[in-house]
């Protein structure tokens, strides 16, 4: 079993889940009380968020390849980035480690495309939403395009995440208010819905949505495990 090195803490509610699906995973896989390998370094958040805030994205490159580094160091043999938003600095880290970076974009874009899809919704903060680093890879990786809500839309998923999510509030009236702005991108055409941040499948399930619903934590989740257990024999 290949050992997975996870940067964590971005949110550490998302973090949680990660761990949780990874571990489930490869019990269902390996029976027995199997459990995953993974080294995780969880980081106290709030100064990488501010640092996006003001723009210092090379101060949260330098944070997150530093850590990346030492997880290499210490046995981890794959690492993933436990964070739609970080990703923004990804090949920064993925040039300074000599083993494979699990980019959350391209798992979801294959997701996407092996579910035959071309026009899909994507949620997330505003970086995610607004930003080239998620919407042009899986459009010239895998020929999907995105689209985003509106500029109110945008700043309500964005605080939402900041204000509740990161703070492990869940509301039932967050939850409606988000459904409603999927049910608007239904109606421009999305065939289904990217959550592109780690922390909106707490508060949105499948079941809530009446488009295809592509989690990006469990997406990056499975994609661990498989590169974990690629050489081991399924019982």
Request: charged letters at 20%.
């Given at each position: 079993?290949?050992?997975?090195?996870?940067?964590?803490?971005?949110s550490?509610?998302s973090?949680?889940l990660?761990?949780r699906?990874i571990?489930?995973?490869?019990?269902?896989?390996?029976?027995?009380i199997h459990s995953a390998q993974?080294?995780?370094?969880?980081?106290?958040?709030?100064?990488i968020?501010?640092m996006g805030?003001v723009g210092?994205?090379?101060g949260?490159a330098?944070?997150?390849?530093?850590?990346?580094v030492k997880?290499?160091?210490?046995g981890?043999?794959?690492i993933?980035?436990c964070c739609n938003?970080?990703h923004?600095?990804a090949?920064e880290?993925?040039?300074k480690?000599?083993?494979?970076l699990i980019?959350?974009?391209?798992?979801?874009?294959?997701?996407?495309?092996?579910?035959?899809l071309?026009k899909?919704?994507?949620?997330?903060?505003?970086?995610?939403m607004?930003?080239d680093?998620?919407?042009?890879?899986?459009?010239?990786?895998?020929?999907i395009?995105?689209?985003v809500?509106?500029?109110?839309?945008?700043?309500y998923?964005?605080?939402a995440?900041r204000?509740?999510?990161?703070?492990?509030?869940f509301?039932d009236s967050?939850?409606q208010?988000?459904?409603?702005i999927?049910?608007?991108m239904v109606?421009?055409?999305?065939?289904?819905?990217i959550?592109?941040?780690t922390e909106?499948?707490?508060?949105?399930?499948p079941e809530?949505?009446?488009?295809?619903?592509?989690?990006?934590?469990?997406?990056?989740?499975?994609?661990?495990v498989?590169?974990?257990l690629?050489?081991?024999?399924?019982?």
């Amino acid at each position: 079993m290949k050992i997975i090195g996870l940067i964590g803490g971005m949110s550490w509610e998302s973090s949680a889940l990660y761990y949780r699906h990874i571990n489930k995973m490869v019990h269902q896989q390996l029976g027995g009380i199997h459990s995953a390998q993974i080294q995780m370094h969880s980081v106290d958040y709030d100064p990488i968020v501010e640092m996006g805030r003001v723009g210092n994205w090379q101060g949260v490159a330098d944070i997150t390849t530093d850590i990346a580094v030492k997880l290499e160091a210490s046995g981890a043999e794959c690492i993933l980035i436990c964070c739609n938003t970080v990703h923004r600095i990804a090949d920064e880290v993925e040039q300074k480690i000599s083993i494979p970076l699990i980019h959350i974009a391209d798992v979801t874009g294959e997701a996407i495309q092996k579910a035959g899809l071309t026009k899909i919704a994507l949620l997330g903060t505003k970086f995610t939403m607004e930003g080239d680093f998620f919407k042009s890879r899986i459009l010239q990786k895998f020929g999907i395009d995105t689209i985003v809500p509106n500029d109110a839309d945008r700043d309500y998923l964005h605080d939402a995440i900041r204000n509740e999510f990161c703070n492990g509030i869940f509301s039932d009236s967050t939850k409606q208010h988000i459904i409603t702005i999927i049910n608007k991108m239904v109606s421009e055409g999305a065939q289904g819905v990217i959550l592109g941040c780690t922390e909106l499948p707490i508060l949105i399930s499948p079941e809530d949505c009446s488009i295809p619903v592509f989690d990006t934590t469990l997406i990056h989740s499975q994609a661990a495990v498989k590169f974990s257990l690629e050489e081991l024999a399924v019982v």
